[in-house]
């Protein structure tokens, strides 16, 4: 999994990028109606809703947006239906793609998804033709700039996989069915975090520059700004120099 540190810090500067859009309350809501319609509306009970909710909490959705979507997923407010799954694919550089979806017009999101992979030089493959290349994992990010041993420490205790620190981040892997309980500890110990998220992480990585390296982030960037995409997992690496031109 060497890299895939550098990965969590691009989308962590991605993901500050994309909030100033608006784009994620809409995300979040439909996360939120989905866990609560497969979980129940419990958060004591729904690891997948407590998540869900954690996240709109740290983005300032305000408690009444929150609590519409969790009655429409238990279907005490009429709600749209969404069906959740990923595409798979390559982007410009050989570089392996998987977008998650919810989605109430499957017909729509192909169609959208499949624009995107075009017209950036990428290609949309059949299902299994990426994800082998990617472990699913639990993901908690904290700044660098709080102790590393401190984190490790903690982290392990709490029944962590493994704690890395990389490019201005230090990234805490978990199982995916032990984050939340590995999440609760960190915040216990007092340790504030960036994100904490059931993530795809890529087992190897595959490096691009140039052209290339433009054309993947503006197709992820596009897959993003759709309202039916959830998140994109790539296998990318960038340069730190070629990151700063690209994002700015």
Request: charged letters at 30%; hydrophobic letters at 40%; a negative charge.
């Amino acid at each position: 999994m060497a890299g895939h540190s550098k990965w969590a810090n691009i989308k962590h500067r991605k993901g500050a990028q994309d909030a100033k859009r608006g784009k994620i309350f809409t995300k979040l809501i439909k996360e939120i109606t989905v866990a609560a319609k497969i979980g129940g509306g419990d958060l004591e009970a729904n690891a997948r809703l407590r998540l869900a909710v954690d996240k709109a909490k740290q983005a300032n959705m305000p408690k009444d947006n929150i609590d519409r979507a969790i009655k429409k997923g238990t279907g005490d407010l009429d709600g749209v239906v969404y069906e959740e799954g990923i595409f798979e694919g390559y982007g410009p550089g050989g570089v392996a793609v998987i977008v998650e979806f919810l989605t109430d017009n499957r017909t729509r999101t192909v169609a959208d998804v499949r624009h995107a992979f075009t017209k950036y030089g990428g290609s949309l493959g059949v299902s299994g033709s990426v994800s082998f290349m990617f472990d699913r994992k639990g993901q908690i990010v904290f700044d660098s700039e709080l102790n590393f041993d401190t984190i490790f420490e903690a982290a392990l205790e709490a029944g962590a996989e493994d704690v890395k620190e990389e490019d201005s981040v230090i990234e805490v892997i978990t199982a995916p069915g032990e984050l939340e309980a590995v999440r609760i500890a960190l915040e216990e110990c007092g340790l504030k975090y960036q994100s904490a998220e059931v993530t795809m992480i890529p087992q190897t990585m595959t490096a691009v520059e140039g052209k290339q390296a433009e054309s993947l982030i503006k197709m992820i960037d596009v897959l993003e700004d759709n309202d039916d995409v959830q998140s994109v997992h790539a296998n990318f690496d960038l340069s730190d120099a070629e990151m700063d031109r690209i994002m700015g």
